[in-house]
């Protein structure tokens, strides 16, 4: 699977939107860009996944740039229940394999 | 809406104890996992479960560790004789048959080694 690149660490104001960024220079044409988040040591949770066509849901909306290289989850209005690690993770879609988990980005909703 | 539960939620043992963590996965999924979490440190892939067979094991996964789905709802990770360094944050998922790849996480079980 492809290597990912995230900020550490990014702060946004209540009610505001949230924009998290994803470098995944690596990938190639099956792999799809999924999100997830993992609010205070809890189970991760799934957000959103693509492929190289904007995507949106109940949750957040996933922008990835036409050459597939980066993407950005966005949550539109954050609230302090957003306050987590979000992941980005590069995977083949269709495979059963394990997810490869990296350090992600600590969002933290202020209020 | 359906979910992955996991007793307990906290399991405290003494080093060289076995332990078994039980995991109660979707009930129409059909690819099972453990992760496991060190405090402060990144989610860690165990291993994955199909058809009644290990597909995947990482080498954290060793001859300590075990998986069974002893019957059609429970899958369970068995660690024979712990250790200090096995303290961490177990996480079983699950996922159903097909192209849908999102993995549901259950909440966890916190081992705690002495």
């Known amino acids: 699977d492809a290597k990912t690149t995230q900020p550490p660490s990014m702060d946004c104001a209540e009610g505001r939107a949230a924009n998290l960024p994803c470098n995944h220079s690596t990938i190639s044409g099956n792999e799809y860009v999924y999100w997830y988040r993992q609010i205070h040591s809890q189970g991760p949770q799934y957000i959103i996944h693509g492929l190289k066509n904007n995507e949106t849901n109940e949750m957040a909306s996933l922008i990835i740039t036409e050459d597939r290289k980066s993407s950005t989850l966005i949550l539109p209005h954050a609230t302090l229940r957003d306050t987590a690690v979000y992941y980005c993770i590069v995977y083949q879609r269709g495979s059963a394999r394990q997810l490869t988990f990296g350090s992600g980005t600590q969002l933290t909703v202020l209020p | 809406e359906p979910e992955v539960t996991q007793t307990p939620s906290h399991q405290v043992t003494q080093m060289g104890q076995e332990v078994i963590l039980r995991c109660v996965p979707i009930?129409?999924?059909?690819?099972f996992y453990w992760y496991r979490q060190i405090l402060g440190q990144k989610v860690e892939f165990l291993v994955s479960f199909y058809n009644n067979e290990i597909s995947e094991k990482s080498e954290i996964f060793d001859d300590q560790f075990s998986v069974e789905r002893p019957d059609g709802s429970n899958f369970t990770l068995k660690i024979r004789s712990t250790k200090l360094e096995d303290s961490a944050m177990y996480f079983c998922a699950s996922r159903q048959r097909g192209s849908y790849n999102e993995q549901f996480f259950g909440p966890g079980t916190r081992l705690t080694v002495l």
């Open positions: 009930s129409n999924h059909l690819y």
